[in-house]
């Protein structure tokens, strides 16, 4: 049996809560900068829920700045959990492990046993941080569990936490956050759960990629380093894996005379001093056909790593190996084993970190390390296959 703290009967651990908060606190005080605003909204005890917008890292523990004598229980992604050190510490405050939008009743299950033991749970009901700035569509079950539960939820909107570190990036720049939390919501005051429902839809959706005046970027040495998983085509040519930085502060493309300088608020400047949005250009790459060889083949990673989540949800690492997407199926090779899986048979998929890709079938779990390519362009080619687009041959 894997090493766990002990907990009270509150599952939190005495040992490890100070240890924590010792070391990420003054750390995310010291990136961040960050101000809480409307401070007497923060609750001091539970049971009740938390949510908020999701695009960075700390987002946790922007919740928990103020939160000294508990620190809130929720869910986080099981890639977590197959690293040591955050699965013993995580698991020693309450944080259980998910699959992301895989159904899962034993999740529910377990936030019933948090309120259960009047804990604060935080859940970010995107279901994973933003790539773009821009809301993702709300989990509709973890709105339902909101009304259901009748305890109070919290709202909170944490502006700059795109910029302040972009999921795409590889680092975090220093910057000034606003932790923004407004009143409780309280189902009972609502007559039905579309009226609630839509009122928690209002309070996250916003533009990231343009926050208030509040949240300021200060510095960053690299701003562009990672840019290549975001824009994963020419925006010019359509061109895949074209777009790169050399230095982290400058943008090209090996297939257009593409040339920007990125600000530190994620803008690219051109020569003549006006700024382009990598978002408008994210959609519009987005909007291109995607493009196949003569063989029907879309994507290729050579030297990439092949992993399997078995029934225990165990990771089980394959080795280096070979990936290809064609218009019908995913081909994952190993040595000479090859697994092929049809574009309808991956029932669920994820984004973990910015760099794998993991997908759910009713055969099992396959997780994609993929070697200098985006692991977004990817899933989002499978889920354009899977609504039955039509790949071209020539962008011409």
């Known amino acids: 049996m894997s090493f766990t703290f002990s907990k009270d009967d509150r599952g939190i651990s005495g040992f490890t809560f100070p240890i924590i908060r010792k070391l990420i606190i003054p750390t995310t005080r010291y990136l961040f900068s960050p101000v809480v605003t409307n401070p007497h909204n923060v609750p001091t005890h539970g049971p009740c829920f938390i949510f908020g917008n999701h695009a960075n890292y700390f987002d946790p523990f922007f919740i928990n700045l103020d939160m000294t004598d508990e620190p809130t229980a929720g869910v986080m992604t099981r890639d977590q959990f197959h690293k040591t050190l955050p699965r013993i510490f995580m698991d020693s405050i309450g944080i259980v492990p998910t699959s992301k939008y895989v159904p899962e009743p034993g999740i529910v299950r377990s936030v019933m046993k948090m309120i259960d033991k009047r804990r604060m749970i935080v859940i970010f009901p995107e279901g994973g941080r933003r790539w773009a700035g821009k809301p993702k569509p709300l989990i509709e079950t973890t709105l339902k569990l909101f009304w259901k539960m009748n305890i109070p939820v919290h709202p909170v909107q944490i502006h700059g936490s795109y910029l302040s570190w972009p999921r795409w990036a590889d680092k975090p720049r220093k910057s000034t956050v606003e932790v923004r939390w407004f009143d409780p919501l309280h189902a009972s005051d609502f007559?039905?759960?579309?009226?609630?429902?839509?009122?928690?839809?209002?309070?996250?959706?916003?533009?990231?990629?343009?926050?208030?005046?509040?949240?300021?970027?200060?510095?960053?040495?690299?701003?562009?380093?990672?840019?290549?998983?975001?824009?994963?085509?020419?925006?010019?040519?359509?061109?895949?894996?074209?777009?790169?930085?050399?230095d982290g502060l400058h943008v090209?493309?090996?297939?257009?005379?593409?040339?920007?300088?990125?600000?530190?608020?994620?803008?690219?400047?051109?020569?003549?001093?006006?700024?382009?949005?990598?978002?408008?250009?994210?959609?519009?790459?987005?909007?291109?056909?995607?493009?196949?060889?003569?063989?029907?083949?879309?994507?290729?990673?050579?030297?990439?790593?092949?992993?399997?989540?078995?029934?225990?949800?165990?990771?089980?690492?394959?080795?280096?190996?070979?990936?290809?997407?064609?218009?019908?199926?995913?081909?994952?090779?190993?040595?000479?084993?090859?697994?092929?899986?049809?574009?309808?048979?991956?029932?669920?998929?994820?984004?973990?970190?910015?760099?794998?890709?993991?997908?759910?079938?009713?055969?099992?779990?396959?997780?994609?390390?993929?070697?200098?390519?985006?692991?977004?362009?990817?899933?989002?080619?499978?889920?354009?296959?899977?609504?039955?687009?039509?790949?071209?041959?020539?962008?011409?």
Request: hydrophobic share 30%; charged share 25%; proline share 5%.
């Open 191 to 246: 007559g039905d759960y579309q009226s609630f429902a839509n009122r928690c839809r209002d309070l996250i959706e916003f533009d990231e990629y343009s926050p208030p005046d509040t949240a300021k970027i200060h510095s960053c040495s690299k701003p562009a380093k990672g840019i290549e998983r975001f824009l994963y085509r020419c925006p010019d040519t359509g061109e895949t894996g074209a777009v790169f930085s050399p």
């Open 252 to 396: 090209y493309s090996r297939s257009s005379d593409l040339s920007y300088k990125m600000n530190l608020r994620s803008r690219l400047i051109d020569a003549h001093g006006e700024p382009h949005s990598i978002v408008d250009m994210f959609e519009a790459i987005n909007m291109m056909p995607m493009e196949m060889d003569r063989d029907s083949v879309l994507l290729t990673n050579p030297g990439c790593n092949l992993n399997e989540i078995n029934d225990k949800h165990e990771l089980i690492k394959k080795g280096p190996g070979y990936a290809e997407l064609t218009r019908d199926y995913l081909l994952l090779s190993l040595g000479s084993s090859k697994t092929r899986l049809s574009i309808d048979e991956i029932l669920y998929m994820s984004v973990e970190q910015n760099h794998k890709i993991t997908m759910t079938t009713e055969s099992g779990i396959h997780q994609l390390v993929l070697n200098n390519a985006s692991a977004l362009q990817w899933k989002n080619y499978i889920q354009r296959l899977q609504d039955g687009e039509d790949p071209v041959r020539s962008l011409l």
